[in-house]
């Protein structure tokens, strides 16, 4: 399975994005998480769909900013970013695994080579 992101750049704080993960294959059976990776850090959780629609936030700060949804007709995942702020600037990758239940990325089995995301003004 290969995993495309898309959908990032250069906004101002409060500005919004949204990104987009482009599946090879069907979605059909997996979990998808977005991670990011912000420079000097390490890869961390934001938030998962499962297969069924359920939602998994590995992160409390995402909550009321950041949300998922999936188009399994498309084979496409998308983040939706609201009031964005400098920390959010990174690498932001989606990942695919069978299930939400581990926010550890190096348990996820696919990933996508991420995109940039910066929030400067």
């Known amino acids: 399975l290969a995993l495309v992101e898309s959908g990032g750049g250069l906004v101002q704080p409060g500005e919004s994005l949204r990104l987009s993960c482009a599946a090879s294959?069907?979605?059909?059976?997996?979990?998808i998480g977005w991670f990011r990776q912000a420079p000097g850090k390490e890869r961390e959780g934001l938030l998962c769909?499962?297969?069924?629609?359920?939602?998994?936030y590995y992160a409390d700060f995402v909550k009321g900013r950041f949300t998922i949804s999936r188009d399994d007709a498309g084979n496409m995942v998308y983040l939706q970013m609201n009031n964005l702020k400098p920390e959010d600037t990174g690498v932001y990758y989606c990942?695919?695994?069978?299930?939400?239940?581990?926010?550890?990325?190096?348990?996820?089995?696919?990933w996508g080579q991420g995109t940039q995301v910066t929030v400067s003004s």
């Open positions: 769909i499962s297969s069924r629609g359920a939602r998994t």
């Open positions: 294959g069907s979605l059909d059976y997996w979990a």
């Open positions: 990942g695919a695994d069978n299930f939400c239940g581990n926010s550890d990325w190096r348990k996820y089995e696919y």
